[in-house]
């Protein structure tokens, strides 16, 4: 079994080892070594990566018989060989997952709520509470509490019982692990069992601040960021800020005030410009009926448009159709989409037409009998389809 050298030493970032032996991983080559100090892949953080000799480990994985793996992008050498940590992930995932255990700790010290699961992602990091109507204040009141022990600058200790003692640590959970158990203690504040890697003091931590939260599966899901992960997106969002401002030529504290007026003016704007769209489809409605073909007893509308929406085409024809004795037929060329519509007084079918039409020249479409359409037919056949509905319309 591989002696895993980051269980009591984090701080790890070269080391000595033997190849025990040779392995393939998929289509890539990988070695067991008689002791690492690289993390493999658990408990919700991701493993180490850097060189081992000339060769970067891509990949470390801890199999059943506790022999770690150590995927590479070249075959690596044999016998003594030098590891190298890639120090800036290692630390990174440090300060992100000794954020998760002073996190969790605060959400059961003001909400009462354990955390069932942690994900370390690239970017930000989730845990899973158990809050089924997550509040604000609750958020607050864990990041103030967090954010004390980290500046408190707390020792971060390692400790090792067995399953008999484990419960008499007080530990925040319970672990099915037979053996040794290694627990990790933030001093006077939390005690859980890990096989982490974590920072020897939580001032190492900096910051610790919670992004976001959302009900998950009947629970919380809360996203946050330590370190040097808090400060890169503190400052993102500082420059965000900071750009508004000078969009707007004012200081950042006026931001949400000026942004809630603008969103005012839009919506102002969307219902001035929704009625104006409304007065031109009257007009051009009222200018189409003039120059419609007007039999005995209905006015045909034909008419065929260019790089024009079906849904405005849609609504010129309806506005058309509210007026008595009406049949509206409107092409859409360029998409080769076809309108239909007529008053509600007047006898016959939209939908039929449209079920005429593409049983003699393809295409599909449907609707009710005031209104319909159709499209997916040849563009040749687009004159034929409207002289089909033309002649529905003439003998019903």
Known sequence: MTKHLYYTDSYLKEFSATVLSERQAGSSPAVVLDQTAFYPESGGQPHDTGLLGEARVLKVMEEDSGEILHILDRPGPSGPVTGRIDWTRRFDHMQQHTGQHILSQAFLAVAQAPTVSFHLGQEVSTIDIEIAQ??????????????????????????????????????????????????????????????????????????????????????????????????????????????????????????????????????????????????????????????????????????????????????????????????????????????????????????????????ELGGKGGGRPELAQAGGFPPERLEQWIQVVEEYFRTV
Do not use: W
Request: hydrophobic share 35%; with cysteine.
């Open 134 to 359: 997550p509040s604000s204040v609750q958020m607050e009141q864990a990041q103030m509490l967090a954010t004390g022990i980290v500046f408190e600058n707390r020792p971060v200790n390692i400790l090792t019982t067995d399953r008999e003692s484990l419960s008499s640590l007080g530990v925040r959970k319970e672990s099915m692990r037979e053996g040794e158990i290694r627990v990790i203690e933030v001093e006077g504040f939390d005690r859980s069992p890990c096989g982490g890697t974590h920072v020897h003091s939580t001032g190492e931590i900096g910051i610790i601040s919670i992004l976001g939260f959302e009900r998950y599966k009947g629970g919380t899901r809360v996203e946050f960021v330590a370190g040097g992960r808090a400060l890169k997106a503190f400052h993102k969002e500082h420059e965000l800020l900071k750009r508004l401002g000078r969009i707007h030529s004012a200081t950042l504290d006026l931001i949400p005030e000026l942004t809630e007026r603008l969103m005012q003016e839009k919506t102002e704007l969307s219902k001035e410009n929704a009625n104006l769209r409304d007065q031109l489809l009257d007009m051009e409605a009222a200018v189409l009926l003039q120059n419609a073909e007007t039999g005995p007893h209905v006015a045909l509308v034909r008419k065929s448009f260019s790089g024009r929406s079906l849904e405005s085409v849609k609504n010129l024809a309806q506005k058309l159709t509210s007026r008595p004795r009406t049949v509206a037929i409107f092409a859409i060329s360029d998409a080769c989409q076809i309108v239909i519509a007529r008053s509600r007084e007047l006898p016959g079918s939209c939908h039929e037409a449209v079920k005429r039409a593409t049983s």
